[in-house]
């Protein structure tokens, strides 16, 4: 069985990496749980996401970075007719 452990993010730099390493990877292991930490940044302006992957999570954009780029997208689009 796989789970994904989700820690929503801004600007936490500094406690970020504390966080993911604190998850006991170890144990779910032993129960034989493949496991993934995922740290979805919304927005950061600090280095929250670099922080993060060096502890060993995948970062993802939060909802409002996502919405920025897919607005930024149509628009690009839209010039381009």
Same mark, same amino acid.
């Given at each position: 069985?796989?789970?994904? *452990? =989700? /820690? @929503?993010? $801004? +600007? !936490?730099? #500094? /406690? =970020? #990496?504390?966080? =993911?390493?604190?998850? @006991? %990877?170890?144990? %779910?292991? !032993?129960? #034989? $749980?493949?496991? !993934? /930490? *995922?740290? =979805?940044? +919304?927005?950061?302006?600090d280095n929250t996401a670099k922080e993060a992957e060096e502890a060993g999570a995948r970062v993802v954009l939060g909802l409002k970075e996502v919405m920025v780029m897919l607005i930024s997208r149509v628009s690009v689009k839209q010039l381009e007719i």
């Amino acid at each position: 069985m796989k789970i994904s *452990i =989700v /820690i @929503p993010a $801004l +600007n !936490e730099e #500094g /406690i =970020v #990496g504390k966080t =993911v390493r604190t998850v @006991p %990877l170890d144990k %779910l292991h !032993e129960h #034989g $749980l493949e496991t !993934e /930490i *995922i740290v =979805v940044d +919304n927005a950061s302006t600090d280095n929250t996401a670099k922080e993060a992957e060096e502890a060993g999570a995948r970062v993802v954009l939060g909802l409002k970075e996502v919405m920025v780029m897919l607005i930024s997208r149509v628009s690009v689009k839209q010039l381009e007719i």
